[in-house]
């Protein structure tokens, strides 16, 4: 027809004239210059807020190589449309089996992913307010007050009288309690109990301790939800 294109003949266009966007030394520098730096601030904030068991040094350094890997491959789909469609369906074959165990973990590498997406595709000032407002977000809540502190109470008790004198002495002291597990065998009776505490936790152990028929006790903090 008469001078009109339809969508057909404008993608055949744009993808045999325009095959690469402009995509400069600057550009490339200001771009991954500014995801390493936010990376750095994501870093930070992630070591300031961890509350999980166990600190990871190496989890939190992949979550700079991550927001700079995902800038560096937006900017490569960005500048080429056809690396672009080749590019979605090779990572689409890709298969990540590593377990996040904290859920906000998960939030980081998303936030990290964001990151480098955003940075990638040339929104710096989104990218920015972004990261400083989420990144504030989580300073506030880290900061929050989290109440009486979850334990894990694992007794071992040689009879079922010292037992019984372990939930009496929880329920005299704690209003709160609950029994997760009990293995009863030959050996004696092994309970783990969830309880709060508010102001430490060592004189409980030993009062427990102290019951007659009690063999063993030990107290154990956690973070997240314990099913059971």
Known sequence: MN??????????????TNWTTDLTLGRILLTLGLAFAL?????????????????????????????????????????????????????????FRTAVKDPM???FLFWSIAIGIVTGAGLYILALIGSLVIGLLIFALSRMPTGEAPYLLVVHSATEEGDTLVQSTLKGRHQRF??????????????TYEIRLRNGAADIVKEIAAI????????????GDYAG
Do not use: W
């Open 105 to 107: 973990d998960l939030v």
């Open 39 to 95: 990376g750095l601030f994501l870093y930070f904030v992630y070591k300031q807020t961890f509350r999980g068991v166990l600190y990871s040094r190496s989890f939190n350094h992949s979550l700079i190589v991550i927001t700079l890997v995902t800038a560096l491959v937006i900017m490569a789909v960005t500048a080429n449309i056809v690396l672009s469609l080749g590019m979605v369906g090779a990572l689409s074959i890709v298969r």
């Open 212 to 223: 007659e028929g009690i063999e063993d006790a030990v107290l154990v903090a956690y973070n």
């Open 3 to 16: 001078g009109v294109l339809n969508f057909s003949d404008l993608f055949k266009k744009s993808v045999l």
């Open 178 to 191: 609950a029994v997760k597990s009990k293995t009863i065998s030959p050996a004696g009776i092994e309970a």
